[in-house]
């Protein structure tokens, strides 16, 4: 699509294109990944060391986990077209007015990026909080434990 709009080598047209596509992932597609980012890490976390039932069943708290997954490669994708677009800067748009006007969409491009790296990297972050209390017990309990062995246990021990 915005490979399309700029073969018009129009720059309303390619701003317009630009604009829309980033209206569409910087709201609607941000919004509904951050719906299925709302239940949070909680569903996951509870899970975890769960025996699942089916092989077919969805684990628990999956949606979060493919969220989380959506937002950073979305990131990486937004990043990716915009690089791709700025290679056809000076190749499509002679006019030092028009690349500018052009780098300010694609600037628009880079902040939404930014958006949906951030929405990944808090989600992780609600994920790491709520599981760094599992943690801490087993932390907690293999730190105590004694690794020093006895001469009764040496001896016990198979050579």
Same mark, same amino acid.
């Given at each position: 699509?915005?490979?399309?709009?700029?073969?018009?080598?129009?720059?309303?047209?390619?701003?317009?294109?630009?604009?829309?596509?980033?209206?569409?992932?910087?709201?609607?597609?941000?919004?509904?990944?951050?719906?299925?980012?709302?239940?949070?890490?909680?569903? &996951?976390? /509870?899970?975890?060391?769960?025996?699942?039932?089916?092989? @077919?069943?969805?684990?628990? =708290?999956?949606? +979060?986990? %493919? #969220?989380?997954?959506?937002?950073? &490669?979305? /990131?990486?994708?937004?990043?990716?077209?915009?690089?791709? @677009?700025?290679?056809?800067? =000076?190749?499509? +748009?002679? %006019? #030092?007015?028009?690349?500018?006007?052009?780098?300010?969409?694609?600037?628009?491009?880079?902040?939404?990026?930014?958006?949906?790296?951030?929405?990944?990297?808090?989600?992780?972050?609600?994920?790491?909080?709520?599981?760094?209390?599992?943690?801490?017990?087993?932390?907690?309990?293999?730190?105590?434990?004694?690794?020093?062995?006895?001469?009764?246990?040496?001896?016990?021990?198979?050579?």
């Amino acid at each position: 699509c915005a490979r399309r709009t700029l073969g018009t080598q129009s720059i309303q047209s390619v701003c317009a294109g630009l604009n829309n596509i980033n209206n569409l992932l910087g709201s609607e597609y941000r919004d509904a990944l951050h719906q299925r980012l709302r239940v949070g890490p909680s569903k &996951l976390v /509870s899970a975890a060391g769960v025996q699942q039932e089916s092989v @077919l069943a969805r684990p628990p =708290g999956v949606e +979060f986990a %493919v #969220a989380v997954n959506s937002a950073d &490669l979305s /990131s990486e994708y937004v990043t990716k077209l915009k690089r791709e @677009l700025e290679g056809y800067l =000076g190749e499509v +748009f002679q %006019v #030092a007015g028009e690349r500018e006007r052009f780098k300010a969409c694609l600037t628009d491009l880079g902040e939404t990026s930014t958006t949906f790296r951030q929405l990944a990297t808090s989600s992780l972050e609600q994920l790491c909080t709520a599981i760094s209390p599992r943690l801490r017990t087993v932390i907690d309990t293999i730190s105590n434990a004694n690794y020093q062995l006895t001469e009764a246990m040496a001896q016990q021990s198979p050579p």
